[in-house]
């Protein structure tokens, strides 16, 4: 097990992306200690919960608040002693025309994509200083690269999650604490799938697949990768 006493905080743990990547660290030997909004997401996950029981636990939080997130690492230290990973999948998307654009749904986009990401961190970041270790995944998305028609306030929030996640690095290279982010292409997951019932799903990339990457950016293996902006674009 590559990740045996590891303990993980991963946002967003209960989506089509999410459980993937909260199932391959729990069998990799991680603790995981992860989020949820709605009591009805954590259906999806119950089997999980069967097999690892104590291992894999669920808490309320809305990470875009700091006071939520900071009771979130609180409970995983208290639960199983440290945090070695952070994975901040909660996210959004939203397509409008910047002309067409209000200024609650440019807001919507910062706080889910941006501002959840420097809230978690900020949140985990004390505790992984003091140990002297850590690991932080992000995720980006294609407009962030290059900005997209209709995309403006979905790429401009990744866009900042691209740029924090630079800057985390080169400011946490000293102390032992690697910060990358994955690009994912379309994802095969059901809600894609009804979205866009024409598109050629064998073009697309499995969140499973997003998960195996994810998991070797925290390994031995990927111990030298920080700053890394890393495409899984799958075939498309």
Known sequence: MRFKDRVAV???GTGGLGKQVISVF???GTSVYTTYIDRSQ?????????EYGEKLQFRKA???KASHMSKIVEGAINK???VDFLINIVGGFAMA?????????WNKMMNMNLNSVFVSSKAVLPQMMEQKYGRIINIGARPALTGVKNMSAYGASKAGVINLTQSMADELSDSNINVNAIIPGTMDTPRNRKDMPKADFKKWVKPEDIAEVIAF??????DKISGAILPV???T
């Open 10 to 12: 991963i946002t967003g």
């Open 26 to 28: 729990l069998s990799e």
């Open 42 to 50: 954590l259906a999806v996950s119950l089997d999980l919960k069967e």
């Open 62 to 64: 809305d990470v875009t």
């Open 80 to 82: 199983f002693g440290r």
């Open 97 to 105: 025309k910047l002309v067409d654009t209000e200024e609650a749904l």
């Open 217 to 222: 950016l925290c390994s031995n293996e990927g």
């Open 233 to 235: 674009y799958g075939k």
